[in-house]
């Protein structure tokens, strides 16, 4: 009866002292060092990206289709040339309302090379975007602003 109980209490205390073997030299996990990260970051931080996209020239046509969650702004619009690419209509004022007007820009990124002028239709762009119901509330109009005009719609 006294050895098992002997045993245990030499067990408990030398799991004990564990604890000071952790952070000693005579334990071989320490012998290299602590494991330190290093970030990949720059040392300044990210730059941030600008948008370079212009806006459209011409807006054309606009409109606010009602969906079931909000609405769905629509907006047509002719550039100079073929080949503008990366459409959107960017919202001004972090989308929300000025004076009880929701305003985007609509821009575009210009083509990488010389393109070709052709006709209205094949230099046509589109761009949408949806806008929640909860962006709606005290909202009365609606405007996408181009280079040389701008259209809205009153709701």
Known sequence: MHKPVLAALALVLALGGCATVRDSRLNPLNW?????????????????????????????????????GGALVRASGVTETQGWWDVELRPVNRGRPVEGALIYEFVVAEPRRATAVSTEASRTVTAGVKVPTERLAGVRRIVVRGGQNARSVNR
Request: net charge negative; glycine share 8%.
């Open 32 to 68: 290299f060092g602590r494991e330190s990260t290093e970030t990949l970051a720059p040392r300044g931080g990210w730059l941030t990206e600008t948008d370079r996209r212009a806006l459209v020239p011409v807006v054309t046509e606009m409109e606010a289709i009602p969906t079931t």
